[in-house]
């Protein structure tokens, strides 16, 4: 059962410029707010190097001392304000957001996915391309969207069912990525998963661009951006440039996708694909209703990109995480299993049933509390601020650890354990309602996010009406040093069928 006391355990309401350790004592963390001595600073320092290499760096962070406070990491020319706190998130998020603006880290998706919502830097072109976009995912549109996306899910259990055939256990981290991407094509696209787009892989691309976070190559890009203009052709081939020297066989399947997405263009242009009930063909005949302008085909491009990236790995990750979760929690399984059947009656779902099964929403989101899709978020400070006593600079970045709000324990009573109960509307409080931010928050959160929600909720109530899946395995299975937090490697499953729904 959740505390009852939400407020928080202290507030500071004037500036402290004092660090902990001292500002003169050197060490790569200080804290503020929070008393730590200069050898403990060090210990927690340097404990981070095992962390990076056994993924578990974004839990060690969320457990360091101090979570309501701010954290200061500073590595050579660079320092970091880490935020763990659910009211200085929306502070940065939401309250005070137009003193802050997407960090150099974003620079580091552009170089794949070029200048669509989440990387725009401009705010007059971000602020008129979220105008065109809007109307795209409205409740209308993602209605249209759920047929195509239950249909993909059934189509999913089918392929396991013959790849099982012979009792072979099945990757449910690679059928899940699979599985989004068959809904990509069919309702951004409105084809079916073959040819070309069944050899779209994006995982080894978000993983090479989240050690490149990690190892600050995003500062330099940022200072091409600025010098050149941030949607400079020149800018960008330089960066894919150095891309092609580091990593060239992440750089090949890059431009395998960009081609796929360049020929559906084409294919819609030329009228070789007549469907408009996909987001392409809804991105075609967008117009801003302030100014009458209308999507170029490279703007178009970099939209589709974008929700290529953003929405295959993450949607892919939650939805491999509920798998696992779901084996490991035999009694809120049987619970889904109850409601799907009483609800559902063996028919497949459609978007109006997502408010009528309030477990297996709630098990979606305790799923993206325990295992964000996104492990962080990153601001640059345009002016000065003050977070929780700490001053900030102009240019200063800010770091939201996504997983640290999601496992705060002032928020969260016990966060360490699964307990979908607590995202029932009865059990939910608004400020764990707010401190849950899979998907962000303020004007820059993810547009898609109801379609993104709907989507899981759809598959796994299609899915898990027709298939139980049990692990094969005890080893254990991490979330990656990405910008997406799914498995880092196979989640072996044997699959056990139940009887098969009208569909």
């Given at each position: ?5 939400s407020?928080?355990?202290?507030t ?10 001292a500002r ?48 200061v ?18 502070q ?22 070029g ?40 189509d ?6 013959r ?7 099945v ?38 661009f989240?050690?490149?976070f ?59 694909i ?59 399984r ?9 609800v ?14 309030p ?8 799923t ?33 650890i ?31 309602r ?5 998907f ?38 991490r ?5 997406t ?19």
């Open positions: 059962m959740e505390s009852a006391d407020t928080p355990r202290h500071v309401t004037t500036i402290d410029p004092r660090l902990r350790p003169w004592q050197p060490s790569f963390l200080h804290w503020h707010g929070t008393d730590i001595s200069w050898w403990q600073s060090w210990k927690h320092a340097l404990r981070v190097v095992p962390r990076m290499r056994d993924h578990t760096f974004v839990q060690y962070a969320t457990d360091l001392p101090g979570q309501d406070g701010v954290l990491a500073r590595i050579p020319f660079l320092k970091y304000v880490v935020v763990r706190s659910p009211e200085l998130a929306r940065v998020l939401v309250t005070n957001q137009d003193n802050y603006r997407k960090s150099a880290e974003y620079d580091m998706l552009a170089v794949a996915f200048r669509g919502l989440v990387t725009a830097l401009d705010d007059d072109r971000w602020q008129r391309n979220r105008r065109l976009v809007q109307p795209v995912f409205g409740r209308r549109n993602i209605d249209k969207f759920a047929g195509p996306m239950t249909e993909a899910a059934g999913a259990v089918d392929r396991i069912a790849l099982a055939g012979d009792g072979a256990p990757d449910i981290n690679y059928e899940m990525n699979r599985l989004t991407l068959d809904i990509i094509a069919r309702t951004m696209f409105g084809t079916d998963l073959a040819g070309p787009m069944s050899q779209v892989r994006l995982s080894e691309l978000l993983r090479f989240g050690f490149g990690i190892t600050n190559v995003s500062r330099p890009l940022r200072a091409l951006s600025t010098l050149a203009g941030e949607n400079s052709r020149l800018a960008m081939r330089v960066m894919r440039t150095g891309g092609w020297l580091i990593a060239p066989r992440t750089m090949r399947d890059l431009r395998h996708v960009e081609r796929v997405v360049d020929q559906l263009i084409a294919d819609h242009r030329a009228g070789t007549t469907r408009k009930d996909n987001l392409l063909a809804l991105l075609m005949d967008a117009e801003d209703p302030e100014t009458g302008y209308r999507y170029t085909d490279r703007e178009i491009h970099d939209e589709l990109m974008t929700f290529i990236g953003a929405g295959m790995e993450t949607t892919a990750s939650a939805l491999a995480w509920a798998w696992k979760l779901l084996a490991e929690h035999p009694e809120v049987a619970r889904m299993y109850r409601e799907l059947d009483e559902l009656g063996g028919r497949a779902p459609t978007a109006a049933d997502v408010e009528n099964l477990w297996t929403k709630a098990f979606v989101d305790e993206m509390r325990v295992y964000p899709p996104v492990m962080g978020l990153t601001r640059a400070a345009k002016g000065a601020d003050v977070l929780g006593g700490y001053p900030i600079k102009p240019g200063t970045t800010v770091i939201v996504v997983h640290g709000l999601h496992h705060n324990g002032r928020i969260w009573d016990r966060p360490e354990v699964f307990d979908p109960a607590r995202y029932l509307p009865e059990n939910l409080r608004p400020a764990q707010q401190s849950s931010l899979a962000g928050a303020g004007k820059r959160m993810c547009i898609a996010s109801v379609f993104a929600k709907t989507e899981a909720v759809l598959a796994l109530a299609t899915m898990a009406q027709r298939v139980e899946l049990n692990p094969v395995g005890a080893g254990p299975v979330p990656p040093i990405s910008f937090g799914g498995p880092d490697g196979p989640i072996w499953m044997r699959p056990v069928f139940r009887a098969r729904i009208d569909r």
